[in-house]
C-alpha cells in the first residue's frame, strides 16, 4: 500500500489546478469522493478547522470549491 502524504487541502488544491487546466471545454468540474462514515467525519472536521468557521455537521454530503472545481464529500449513513 502506498503511503499517503501532504495535506489535504494542499493536494486538493493541487488536483484543482490540474483539473483546471486540462484541454477541453466544460461546463462543470467536479470531484466526487465516496468516504466511510469515520473519513467523512474526519474530512469535514479537518475542512471546519482549515477555514476556521463553525460549520453545521452534514448528514451526508458536503462540498467546497477550490479554484473552479467543485469538490464534493459523500457517505452512506446506512
Do not use: C, R
Request: hydrophobic share 40%; net charge negative.
Amino acid at each position: 500500500m502506498i503511503e499517503k502524504k501532504g495535506e489535504l487541502l494542499n493536494q486538493l488544491a493541487i488536483i484543482s489546478d490540474l483539473i483546471e487546466k486540462v484541454n477541453v471545454e466544460s461546463k462543470s468540474q467536479t470531484i466526487i469522493f465516496e468516504l466511510s462514515n469515520m473519513e467523512f467525519e474526519n474530512v469535514f472536521k479537518l475542512i471546519q478547522s482549515k477555514k476556521g468557521v463553525k460549520m453545521d455537521k452534514p448528514s451526508n454530503s458536503f462540498s467546497i470549491t477550490i479554484g473552479m472545481v467543485d469538490i464534493v464529500f459523500n457517505t452512506n449513513n446506512v
